[in-house]
């Protein structure tokens, strides 16, 4: 760049003290065109070199009433509005990508296994208890909002009581929004004319728990009923037992 | 000749930025992965229960025994179902949240519909009672706690908290209440000496429990 | 000879070039001095904050294109800035017609 041009946006940019680095560089930039435009022109027309970029200099007029004028269109309030929200977009995009992970992203992901039977507690059989039989199940109940999926049937034997058997049933609880998290199974009551005990871990996302019905020695029923009510919202699965599948 | 490339204004920039915010704000708040709404900390908890979507009915800011000041607001919310006492919090990593809650079945049992709610496990805060009534009929409810003040003596002292439908909450004919216990049954529950009971009536009738120790 | 254009006469001039086609600054300077009357004239710098504040009041906008290898800053004017350039010049010809009404008095 020619110094008198250099000296010259020099000038211009001291008076404009609300730019910012980067317009000031845009700044000088364009007004640098410019005069290499006026001067090349000049030169077109049989100007020497030195005299031409000298009078495009002077054609300019006074860079400090160009500063001043150009300082006046730059809007201080428009700049910080500008980096504070880019400072807020990034803190929340920091948020989201890095503080959140453990809190949101685990739980939509625990939703989505859920539906595919991946997520549920395990079918290892309760202390002093052995597995004599199993039986799949893939049965999927709307309640409210949420849907319970009954993916399992084991059955269980106690060691130390061959007589003494029971039924344990692998469920998950989803919400119907992959990104919500689903009604917690330790609060829903099943009532199979039985005595129930059920096991549940309230992940978020997705809540998993097993349902162990004892049942009375030597019954073998032909179904069993589960249900389930609370606040409005009510549930029934009946769950057909193929004995001989089973064995 | 090559690309145009727009050059922005400093308020063209700005503006954009503020919308790639706002869209990232709403992006975030369908997701839920950040609630900047308590709404929206309400219908999670809501999820929990497997509750339908809940209105809020009334907000406060919760009543201190003493110590220092606490963030958030108390919060009831029904739908047709249910009837919900909230504490809410504002996070700054994760927006509002539900930090202590209690719901009551409105589907079993019959108008008022009442609660026993402790907003906050912490030792300056009141306890509360909330409800519903829809019953047009009923003008008041009672609520008596009986407690012994020093621990490990038969002494009981009880205390009364009558709410009016005057000075409820109305709304759509029925009216609500989210009204703190007397002092010093939060005193009590504070220190862990013997709020034994809560009982609550309308309109003088007879005494139902609304909460036990331990029960 | 008059040294300086008014900033109200500036920013029609302007608004009147571009309603053309899009132009870089000295592209601008170079037509008016093709157009005007030599007793007119106006310092070249004082063309760029007279842009800013029509960019600042939406009148025009700016792009940047590179032509034979050099990126040259464009200035376009958008329909916001059509629509001032017509009340403008409406303006200055209501202006004019009652200056030479009392100049051509009869």
């Given at each position: 760049m020619d110094p008198l041009y250099s000296r010259f946006c020099n000038e211009v940019c001291g008076h404009i003290p609300r730019a910012t680095s980067r317009e000031r560089g845009d700044i000088a930039r364009e007004l640098t065109h410019h005069l290499e435009d006026h001067a090349r022109q000049l030169?077109?027309?049989?100007?020497?070199?030195?005299?031409?970029?000298?009078?495009?200099?002077?054609?300019?007029?006074?860079?400090?009433?160009?500063?001043?004028?150009?300082?006046?269109?730059?809007?201080?309030?428009?700049?910080?509005?500008?980096?504070?929200?880019?400072?807020?977009?990034?803190?929340?995009?920091?948020?989201?990508?890095?503080?959140?992970?453990?809190?949101?992203?685990?739980?939509?992901?625990?939703?989505?296994?859920?539906?595919?039977?991946?997520?549920?507690?395990?079918?290892?059989?309760?202390?002093?208890?052995?597995?004599?039989?199993?039986?799949?199940?893939?049965?999927?109940?709307?309640?409210?909002?949420?849907?319970?999926?009954?993916?399992?049937?084991?059955?269980?034997?106690?060691?130390?009581d061959p007589d003494e058997r029971a039924l344990r049933i692998g469920a998950v609880a989803y919400h119907r929004d992959p990104f919500r998290d689903s009604v917690l199974l330790t609060n829903i009551t099943w009532d199979g004319g039985a005595w129930l005990s059920y096991w549940a871990s309230p992940a978020r996302g997705a809540s998993a728990g097993a349902i162990t019905i004892p049942l009375p020695p030597g019954s073998l029923p032909e179904s069993v009923v589960l249900t389930g009510s609370s606040f409005g919202n009510s549930f029934r699965a009946v769950i057909p037992l193929d004995w001989e599948a089973i064995s | 000749m090559s690309r145009k490339k727009h050059v922005l204004t400093r308020r063209q920039r700005a503006l954009?930025?503020?919308?790639?915010?706002?869209?990232?704000?709403?992006?975030?708040?369908?997701?839920?992965?950040?609630?900047?709404?308590?709404?929206?900390?309400?219908?999670?908890?809501?999820?929990?229960?497997?509750?339908?979507?809940?209105?809020?009915?009334?907000?406060?800011?919760?009543?201190?025994?003493?110590?220092?000041?606490r963030l958030g607001r108390l919060c009831l919310a029904e739908n047709d179902g249910a009837l919900m006492a909230a504490t809410l919090e504002f996070r700054p990593l994760s927006g509002w949240e539900v930090t202590m809650d209690e719901v009551v079945d409105c589907t079993k049992g019959s108008s008022p519909q009442c609660g026993f709610f402790r907003p906050s496990q912490s030792a300056y805060s009141y306890a509360y009672v909330f409800g519903r009534v829809d019953d047009p009929d009923v003008k008041e409810i009672s609520f008596r706690g009986v407690y012994r003040p020093y621990y490990g003596n038969s002494y009981e002292e009880e205390a009364v908290l009558t709410i009016r439908r005057e000075t409820a909450v109305g709304r759509d004919g029925a009216w609500y209440f989210l009204t703190p216990l007397p002092e010093v049954f939060s005193q009590q529950l504070q220190l862990d000496l013997g709020l034994y009971a809560v009982w609550w009536s309308a309109d003088g009738g007879e005494e139902a429990v609304l909460w036990e120790l331990n029960g | 000879m008059r040294q300086k254009q008014s900033l109200a006469h500036t920013s029609l001039l302007v608004l009147s070039l571009l309603s053309r086609q899009d132009m870089y600054g000295y592209q601008m300077i170079a037509t008016l001095e093709q157009r005007l009357d030599p007793a007119f004239s106006m310092k070249e710098g004082t063309l760029y904050p007279i842009l800013r504040e029509l960019e600042n009041a939406g009148a025009v906008s700016c792009y940047e294109q590179e032509v034979s290898g050099r990126t040259r800053k464009y200035y376009h004017l958008t329909r916001k800035g059509r629509r001032q350039l017509a009340e403008e010049q409406e303006q200055w010809e209501r202006y004019e017609h009652a200056i030479n009404a009392v100049l051509h008095m009869a």
């Open positions: 030169a077109d027309r049989g100007v020497e070199e030195g005299a031409a970029a000298d009078r495009a200099v002077q054609a300019m007029g006074d860079p400090s009433e160009i500063g001043a004028k150009w300082n006046a269109q730059l809007s201080p309030f428009w700049l910080w509005m500008g980096r504070v929200l880019c400072v807020a977009g990034m803190c929340l995009s920091f948020v989201i990508f890095v503080g959140l992970y453990g809190e949101r992203f685990e739980p939509i992901l625990n939703s989505l296994l859920a539906r595919v039977g991946v997520t549920g507690p395990l079918r290892d059989p309760p202390y002093s208890y052995r597995s004599v039989g199993e039986m799949e199940l893939d049965l999927r109940c709307p309640y409210g909002d949420s849907v319970i999926y009954l993916y399992g049937l084991t059955v269980l034997q106690n060691i130390h | 954009r930025q503020g919308l790639t915010l706002a869209v990232l704000i709403l992006l975030v708040s369908l997701l839920h992965l950040y609630r900047p709404l308590p709404g929206q900390a309400l219908q999670a908890e809501g999820d929990l229960y497997g509750l339908a979507p809940l209105q809020t009915v009334l907000t406060v800011q919760p009543e201190e025994t003493d110590g220092p000041p | -």
